[in-house]
């Protein structure tokens, strides 16, 4: 099974609300690094953070030579791993729009782990490759059931903050969604 050690426990890479949010039992959760990928707002919310008339944006890991992304390894013991996986599963994977895949993260103390990571699928009708500004008109109108799409940006920078893994992308487009907001 995908993103299994050697004991059967599942390791899972989470770079947004997964982060405050995971929905899952995990018998550990550790600082990782993920070469190659960055998180961006690039995947449109149908379901969570937006609906199929007005999308909102939420965030996905964006292949790209040089980037990193900075976020949490989750260690899942054996025994949860089939339910941890089937969760993740039903809320990743519900448009299709991610790519199950398996990566190699850096992990400080541990070397690398290879976690199960859900990848945008940048071919799928779902991915929006748009500059700042415009993902801030979107984040500051849309919302759907799980929430406005303001909350989902603001609790993600909040955490990497309380993590002590700031990302200047994102913290600078919350700046941008909170000024067009009129939120202090």
């Not at 909102?56 to 900075?70: D, P, Q, S």
């Not at 070397?111 to 500051?140: C, K, M, N, T």
């Not at 799409?149 to 913290?171: I, K």
Request: aromatic letters at 8%.
């Amino acid at each position: 099974m995908l993103g299994r050690d050697e004991t059967g426990a599942l390791w899972v890479f989470g770079y947004g609300s997964l982060i405050w949010n995971p929905g899952f039992v995990f018998a550990e959760r550790l600082p990782a690094r993920l070469p190659g990928y960055r998180r961006a707002f690039c995947l449109r919310s149908i379901r969570y953070r937006g609906t199929p008339a007005a999308p909102g944006l939420v965030l996905a890991l964006a292949e790209r030579a040089g980037a990193e992304c900075r976020g949490l390894v989750y260690r899942v013991e054996a025994e949860h791993a089939d339910a941890a996986h089937a969760y993740l599963r039903e809320r990743e994977m519900v448009t299709d729009s991610y790519l199950e895949t398996v990566q190699a993260l850096e992990v400080e103390g541990r070397g690398e782990v290879r976690a199960l990571a859900y990848v945008i699928d940048e071919s799928h009708p779902q991915f929006a490759d748009l500059p700042p500004r415009a993902q801030a008109e979107i984040i500051v109108a849309a919302s759907g059931p799980a929430g406005t799409n303001r909350d989902y940006l603001h609790n993600t920078v909040a955490h990497l903050r309380e993590l002590g893994l700031p990302d200047a992308e994102l913290e600078a487009l919350d700046l941008q969604v909170r000024a067009l907001a009129g939120e202090g």
